[in-house]
């Protein structure tokens, strides 16, 4: 399927898989002009081990979540990936209702926290399989605890982890980045291409020359 409006710079050497129902990451390879089809692992998120680094969590997840498509199609380019928010070293999940995600912008507002994405992506025909792990940081505003109650009652905060989603509407929310913006979002795309270019499973769209990052 062509999720892309144009033809982009890229091309996978092999058919690609998004294994992610995230809407945001689909809108990410998108806007690269990539064509792929999305094939979410039926697995349960899981649980971060005692004492597991936010980093290393995101890892496995999207590992384990990436291998179960990629042992079913071995043919094709996979990519998975799983994105946590972390505050002091503490994941914050998606919240579970109104008042938690009033909580959590709440220890976030006014302070640095930090974005994890760990990634993975194979082409296991070719004997491919890489993972790696991107981490921004996020500085949010002070903010009012009736403008988070406003922005709560928007919706958006309901499905993002950390309460907050810098491609929308929370947007505002955000004083800094600095590290990947795509990466907050949910995909770091320049050292995802990288890797995969110097992999060997993205070229340059003309001529089949490895693009290089």
Not at 129 to 149: K, Q
Request: glycine share 12%; hydrophobic share 40%.
């Amino acid at each position: 399927m062509d999720h892309g409006q144009r033809p982009g710079l890229f091309r996978p050497v092999a058919p690609l898989i998004l294994a992610s129902g995230s809407p945001r990451r689909r809108e990410l390879l998108a806007m690269l002009g990539l064509e792929f089809q999305v094939e979410p692992a039926p697995v349960p998120e899981p649980d971060p081990l005692p004492r597991e680094a936010p980093g290393a969590y995101a890892l496995r997840a999207a590992r384990t979540k990436g291998r179960w498509v990629a042992e079913r199609r071995p043919s094709f380019l996979v990519v998975a990936a799983d994105t946590v928010v972390a505050l002091d070293g503490e994941i914050l999940g998606k919240p579970t209702s109104p008042p938690e995600a009033v909580s959590m912008l709440r220890r976030l507002c006014g302070r640095e926290h930090r974005v994890h994405t760990g990634c993975y992506f194979a082409l296991l025909e070719r004997g491919v399989e890489e993972t790696l792990a991107v981490e921004s940081t996020v500085r949010l505003r002070r903010a009012s605890t009736r403008e988070m109650e406003l922005y709560v009652a928007t919706g958006e905060p309901m499905d993002k982890a950390g309460a907050y989603g810098v491609q929308g509407i929370g947007g505002w929310l955000v004083e800094e980045i600095r590290g990947s913006c795509s990466n907050v979002i949910g995909l770091p795309l320049s050292q995802l291409m990288g890797a995969m270019a110097a992999a060997g499973v993205l070229e340059l769209r003309e001529g089949g020359e490895p693009w290089r990052g």
